[in-house]
């Protein structure tokens, strides 16, 4: 048995197309945490179990909670801006069949603003995504990952993943998440430095847009360079304002 957990927050507009590709797994779960919009009644037109859940800004807890519900022996993680191609099921169903792998990567491929990019440090992301339930647990309140225990592959078929569909919606994401990358770098006990703060975002710039080609993605690629190192800037620049502060 196949589950698959998607979290959401004020989804409305994504949620219905991401459920839509995932019909063939025999349950669909939705963490949603208290959407003041339409989601959670859509969600549940589409068959999904919905459980409401507050964040509190704890993405690995989210995640596990959602874990310690599903029925299935394996779990697919797919986020609300994201879509699981025909293929991409197939190739999951065949896994599930045939493997001794308890965990497998998934290549996203992202599409910003009518072009596919496949460059940047985005044309190479991958991530553990599926496994079975009780393989391990995820880490991490932010940037979270699923630490696997035992065997884990690669599939082939990437996902499709359609985030940030205007720069607002992008600025406001780096807004948010870059104050929990430097929360969670405070607690693992990093330091920023004036040097960090500087020469971090301009590295991060050169290394997306020179070293891992993203010139040939256009203007979306160059876009996509500013932006990330827009979100370097701040994590690091609120992370030495934190310890200024002494918070």
């Known amino acids: 048995m196949l589950s698959a957990i998607v979290l959401t927050k004020n989804e409305e507009k994504n949620i219905g197309?991401?459920?839509?590709?995932?019909?063939?797994?025999?349950?669909?779960?939705?963490?949603?945490?208290?959407?003041?919009?339409?989601?959670a009644n859509i969600a549940k037109k589409y068959g999904a179990r919905v459980f409401k859940r507050?964040?509190?800004?704890?993405?690995?807890?989210?995640?596990?909670?959602?874990?310690?519900?599903?029925?299935?022996?394996?779990?697919?993680?797919?986020?609300?801006?994201?879509?699981?191609?025909?293929?991409?099921?197939?190739?999951?169903?065949?896994?599930?069949?045939?493997?001794?792998?308890?965990?497998?990567?998934?290549?996203?491929?992202?599409?910003?603003?009518?072009?596919?990019?496949?460059?940047?440090?985005?044309?190479?992301?991958?991530?553990?995504?599926?496994?079975?339930?009780?393989?391990?647990?995820?880490?991490?309140?932010?940037?979270?990952?699923?630490?696997?225990?035992?065997?884990?592959?690669?599939?082939?078929t990437p996902l499709r993943h359609y985030p940030h569909q205007t720069i607002r919606e992008f600025v406001e994401h780096i807004e948010y998440f870059s104050t929990l990358h430097a929360q969670e770098r405070r607690r693992e006990g990093e330091k920023a430095s004036f040097l960090k703060v500087i020469v971090w975002p301009l590295a991060k710039f050169f290394r997306n847009w020179i070293v891992k080609l993203g010139f040939l993605d256009g203007t979306q690629g160059f876009l996509v360079a500013i932006l990330m190192s827009f979100h370097s800037f701040l994590s690091w620049s609120k992370l030495w304002l934190m310890q200024k502060s002494n918070r």
Do not use: M, P
């Open 54 to 156: 507050s964040l509190n800004d704890d993405f690995a807890k989210q995640r596990n909670f959602g874990l310690k519900k599903v029925k299935g022996e394996w779990v697919l993680f797919v986020d609300a801006d994201e879509r699981i191609s025909g293929d991409l099921a197939s190739e999951i169903k065949e896994k599930i069949v045939q493997t001794n792998e308890v965990g497998f990567y998934i290549r996203r491929r992202d599409f910003l603003w009518g072009r596919e990019l496949k460059h940047g440090e985005v044309g190479k992301a991958e991530f553990i995504r599926f496994g079975k339930k009780n393989a391990g647990s995820w880490k991490r309140k932010v940037h979270e990952f699923w630490e696997i225990h035992g065997e884990v592959g690669k599939l082939d």
């Open 17 to 39: 197309k991401c459920l839509e590709s995932l019909n063939w797994c025999d349950e669909v779960l939705v963490i949603d945490d208290y959407s003041t919009d339409t989601t």
